[in-house]
C-alpha cells in the first residue's frame, strides 16, 4: 500500500521510519517532508493545508493511507475534504474530522467539553476583546502563578505562565489587544496553576476502542533548569517513572474513557491519535490539554520504543479490532534530545550547513527543520533542526547516549538542553531504597 504523511517536522521523519520497517508500504511520501525523510521516502512539495493538491497527488499515485501528522490540516478539516470527495472517501485517513478536531484547535471549546463530562482539569474562564476589563477584575481574584492560554493554535508557544498580576496583566493586554499570537488570540483562557509534574499519555482510537501508547514527559522550556519562553518541545523521555499501573488506570477511567463517551455523546466522530497533555497533581492525573496528533517531541520517544507494526495498528483501527490488538513495546528507555537553531525560539537564521550527522552511533536521528540544498548539503530550516533520540538500559545510560551524540552534531548557533530529564533522574534517585 502507498502511504502519504503531512508534515515536516521530526514527528513525520519519525512516523515515516516506522512505517518503512512494515512489510505491507509498498512506498512512502512526505509533503512536505524534510532532507531526513528524503532518506527513504519521498518528498511532495505541497503545503500541510493545500487540501486540493493533496488531494490531486492522492489520486494521481494511488495512495491508500494518509497520515496526518500536522494538526493545522487537521484543525482545517483535511479528513472531511476526503470524505466529501467521492474519489477519495475510501482513503483511510488518520486523524479526527474538523469537529473532533476542535480539542486542540480551541482551548475554550476544549475546556467546555471538559467541565460538561466531569474530567478532571484546571478551573478557567474564557475572555475576548469584547469583555476585556472583565477579565481583568477576574485576574485579580486570581492567586498565582497563574495560567493564560491562546484559545486557538500556536505552534506551542501560546502559552504563558504568569508569576504575578503585573504580568498577566501585561501578557493578557499583548494577547488579546495586541493579537500577539494573531487569531489564535482572539480568545484567552484564564486557567488556575496546577502545582505538579507533566506527562503525555497517547491513544489511538476509532472513536469507541483504543489502545494506549507508550507515555512520555516533554520539556518545554528553551533554558536548562525548566526556564525561558516556551518552546514547541526541547526534549522527551518515555518510559515516565511515576506514570506506574496505578497512575495510569486513574488515566483510563477519569480521562480516556469519559473522554471517547463525551465525544460519542456529541456526536462527534473520532478516528486517529490523541494526545492528553497531563499533570499529576498528588498521585491524580488532572488534563492540561488536548491535541489531535501524535506530539512532538514525544513521538520521536514513543515510536522507536513500539515494536509492533505501525501500518497493523492502523489497520486495526481501520478494523475496529484495537480492544484486541496486543502492543508489544520495548521496556528500554528512550531519550531524545532537541537541537534547535540559536535565537530560537525567537528570531533566528535558517540555512547553516550541519555537520556530524554521520558521528551518531548508536542513535536514531530525527530530522525537524532541515533541508537539502542543491548540492546536496543538510541545511536547517527551522527552529528545532534536528532530534536526538537513544534507547538505554536506563534513564542515565539513554541521555549519555542521546547528549554524546547531540554534542557531535554541530552548526553555526546550534544549541541544545543537557538536562532533559533532570527532574526524572532526581525522582527516581529520591525512591530508591536505602540500604
Known amino acids: 500500500m502507498k502511504v502519504l504523511i503531512i508534515g515536516s517536522g521530526a514527528r513525520e521523519h519519525a512516523i515515516a521510519w516506522k512505517l518503512s520497517q512494515s512489510q505491507y508500504c509498498e512506498k512512502i511520501f512526505v509533503a512536505p517532508g524534510n532532507a531526513g525523510t528524503a532518506q527513504f521516502a519521498t518528498n511532495v512539495d505541497v503545503s500541510v493545508t493545500d487540501f486540493e493538491e493533496i488531494a490531486k497527488f492522492a489520486t494521481d499515485f494511488d495512495i491508500m493511507m494518509v ?30 474530522c474538523k469537529a473532533g478536531a476542535r480539542l486542540e484547535g480551541s482551548k475554550d471549546f476544549s475546556k467546555n467539553f471538559m467541565q460538561k463530562y466531569g474530567i478532571p482539569t484546571a478551573k478557567s474562564r474564557t475572555f475576548t476583546a469584547e469583555n476585556f476589563d472583565e477579565g481583568l477584575a477576574y485576574l485579580e481574584t ?21 508569576k504575578d498580576l503585573e504580568e498577566a496583566r501585561y ?12 487569531k489564535a488570540s482572539a480568545k484567552v483562557v484564564v486557567e488556575e496553576f496546577m502545582e505538579g509534574i507533566e506527562l503525555s499519555a497517547f491513544i489511538l482510537t476509532d472513536g469507541k476502542e483504543y489502545v494506549l501508547l507508550p507515555e512520555a514527559k516533554d520539556y518545554k522550556r ?49 478516528t486517529g491519535f490523541l494526545f492528553i497533555g497531563l499533570m499529576n497533581v498528588g498521585g491524580d492525573p488532572f488534563v492540561i490539554e488536548y491535541n489531535v496528533r501524535l506530539g512532538d517531541p514525544e513521538t520521536e520517544s514513543i515510536l522507536p520504543r513500539i515494536k509492533s507494526d505501525l501500518f497493523e495498528l492502523f489497520e486495526a483501527m481501520h478494523d475496529h479490532t484495537l480492544s484486541s490488538f496486543k502492543l508489544e513495546v520495548d521496556p528500554r528507555t528512550a531519550a531524545t534530545v532537541m537541537l534547535v537553531a540559536g535565537g530560537y525560539p525567537e528570531n533566528y537564521e535558517k540555512g547553516k550547513e550541519i555537520s556530524g550527522l554521520d558521528k551518531a552511533p548508536d ?34 545510560d539513554a541521555l549519555q547516549k542521546a547528549n554524546n551524540a547531540a554534542t557531535n552534531i554541530k552548526w553555526q548557533g546550534r544549541y541544545f538542553r543537557k538536562d532533559i530529564g533532570f527532574d526524572l533522574m532526581a525522582l527516581e534517585k529520591l525512591n530508591q531504597p536505602t540500604a
Open 222 to 270: 528553551i533554558g536548562e533548569g525548566d526556564i525561558g519562553l516556551n518552546t514547541g518541545g526541547m526534549g522527551s523521555i518515555s518510559p515516565v517513572s511515576f506514570a506506574d499501573e496505578t497512575f495510569m488506570n486513574k488515566v483510563k477511567q477519569r480521562i480516556i474513557e469519559p473522554t471517547l463517551l463525551g465525544l460519542q455523546a456529541e456526536n462527534i466522530p473520532y
Open 363 to 396: 542513535v536514531q536521528v530525527f530530522h525537524a527543520g532541515t533541508k537539502l540544498t542543491h548540492e546536496k548539503k543538510v541545511v536547517t530550516d527551522g527552529g528545532r533542526v534536528i532530534a536526538v533520540t537513544a534507547l538505554g538500559e536506563n534513564l542515565e
Open 142 to 162: 486570581q492567586s498565582f502563578p497563574t495560567v493564560l492560554k491562546a484559545d486557538g493554535l500556536a505552534a506551542g508557544k501560546g502559552v504563558i505562565i504568569a
Open 67 to 96: 497520515v496526518v501528522g500536522q494538526e493545522a490540516a487537521l484543525v482545517d478539516g483535511i479528513h472531511d475534504y476526503f470524505l466529501a470527495t467521492e474519489y477519495l472517501k475510501e482513503i483511510l485517513v488518520i486523524g479526527p
Open 171 to 182: 501578557h493578557f493586554k499583548d494577547m488579546l489587544q495586541n493579537q500577539r499570537f494573531g
